[in-house]
T-cell receptor, first 109, second 118 residues
Framework: DAKTTQPNSMESNEEEPVHLPCNHS???????IHWYRQLPSQGPEYVIH???SNVNNRMASLAIAEDRKSSTLILHRATLRDAAVYYC??????????FGAGTILRVKS | DVKVTQSSRYLVKRTGEKVFLECVQD?????MFWYRQDPGLGLRLIYF???????EKGDIPEGYSVSREKKERFSLILESASTNQTSMYLC?????????????????FGSGTRLTVV
């Protein structure tokens, strides 16, 4: 599986946008970019995924660089409930989810 | 709204005991997975199943076995529990992973079972 690189931790103020970066320079043409998050004392939950185009859903937006070597998960207005570990994962055909260390997001009130 | 249910939230077992961790999903998903999560090591895949009575080893299967007799239920078995199996165990399910489009299928996780082996 191609690897991703994320910052260990980030901090944000409540009600402000948060941009969580992910580098994946060895991504292959068929790899999808997935984001999951894990709230304290819970299992991971799916956030969003994309291939080439930017994607939006009710939870977040995913911005994918034109060369696909990096992507950014955007939380438009962070709340205290968004404090979690965020995982950026590449999935190729038939591949299972392989979790890295992720980014710990802290949200200050 | 709960879709993946793990039978126990907390479990304490003695060394050498046979331990069963149960997971049930109500989404008619073909794939089911067992992970364990440890500080500093992240989530690691133990076993997974693409169909009833099918199982495949993940990255760390040693000391574990699984059973999938029905589509909705996937059991993780610790044949003889040891202290190094103290961990958070997470079950997940997803739609079929073998066929085209599988990369887009999200996983749904349970809330986890925190197992302590003493």
């Amino acid at each position: 599986d191609a690897k991703t690189t994320q910052p260990n931790s980030m901090e944000s103020n409540e009600e402000e946008p948060v941009h969580l970066p992910c580098n994946h320079s060895t991504i292959s043409g068929t790899d999808y970019i997935h984001w999951y998050r894990q709230l304290p004392s819970q299992g991971p939950e799916y956030v969003i995924h994309g291939l080439t185009s930017n994607v939006n859903n009710r939870m977040a937006s995913l911005a994918i660089a034109e060369d696909r070597k990096s992507s950014t998960l955007i939380l438009h207005r962070a709340t205290l409930r968004d404090a979690a570990v965020y995982y950026c994962i590449l999935r190729g055909y038939g591949n299972k989810l392989v979790f890295g260390a992720g980014t710990i997001l802290r949200v200050k009130s | 709204d709960v879709k993946v249910t793990q039978s126990s939230r907390y479990l304490v077992k003695r060394t050498g005991e046979k331990v069963f961790l149960e997971c049930v999903q109500d989404m008619d998903h073909e794939n089911m997975f067992w992970y364990r999560q440890d500080p500093g090591l992240g989530l690691r895949l133990i076993y997974f199943s693409y169909d009833v009575k099918m199982k495949e080893k993940g990255d760390i299967p040693e000391g574990y076995s699984v059973s999938r007799e029905k589509k909705e239920r996937f059991s993780l078995i610790l044949e003889s529990a040891s202290t190094n199996q103290t961990s958070m165990y997470l079950c997940a399910s997803s739609l079929s992973g073998r066929y085209l489009g599988a990369q887009t299928n999200g996983y749904t996780f349970g809330s986890g079972t925190r197992l302590t082996v003493v």
